[in-house]
């Protein structure tokens, strides 16, 4: 299937969509791989439906009988809205959804009401995710992987390792203010931020084991990258610790 064939597929599910809710339909956008036109002959097809309240939201996902993945989310105005202008831990992960797409219908100029809340987007909610990250995900494994270090348990400290490498990525993106157009192109896009942790070149190819590794080089990769990861946040203005004792 071409990238014309499948644009021509997503014209068809769209028809269908406006004959089976009509006017509750604000807004659908194409996005993903086949809106950027960097679509493979294994790409999915993945649109989001806008709606208003009258419509549930839920998603529809299977694999139709000529090979053609679908994706279709279905989403209320008001939370698409509210999402776009949003930020949270995974941020630089589903924000291209928000900002890349292809318009395949709309209803007022929907989209034009979701660029402008997405210009709304404020520091202190980027510091509070980057707090989160690091309180609730990054500081926890790099506790998990001592311990794994200590019982030398390398099934474990190479898992979590790998899990705090993701984690770090998610966390430098917001750090950047800088979402990733892919899942694919992560590793790519994150070289290329401007403000990135010493030696991460090196931190990337241990960790997400680009080449064989010996246990030790993973351990002293999480802690070197962990060190980094705290100055940035301080140069930030991060503050990821409580000096009271919360209930």
Known sequence: MTHEDRLALARELVQRILRKYGDAVLGIALYGSV??????????????????????????????????????????????LRRAASVDTEWPIWAAIYRQYLVL???????????????????????????QLISEDLYELVQKIRGAWEQKKEENLRWWAGRFLWFSVLWLGLANRKYFTTGGTV??????????????EHQLTVLAGFKPSSVSEVYRAVEDLWSEIQKLAESQGVIWKSDEWLV
């Not at 989001?48 to 694999?63: A, G, L, M, N, P």
């Not at 590793?187 to 991460?200: G, I, Q, S, T, Y």
Request: negative net charge; glycine residues 2%.
């Open 105 to 131: 219908f709309e209803r007022e100029d929907f989209f034009a009401q979701a660029q402008r809340a997405i210009e709304n987007l404020k520091d202190e909610d980027f510091r509070a995710a980057q707090a």
């Open 187 to 200: 590793w790519d896009e994150v070289r290329h931020f401007a403000m990135l942790p010493k030696n991460l």
């Open 35 to 80: 809106a950027r036109r960097a679509d493979t002959a294994y790409s999915d097809i993945e649109l989001r439906v806008i709606t208003d309240d009258s419509v549930v939201e839920h998603d529809v996902e299977y694999v139709h009988t000529s090979g053609a993945k679908i994706e279709i989310n279905y989403e209320q105005a008001k939370s698409y």
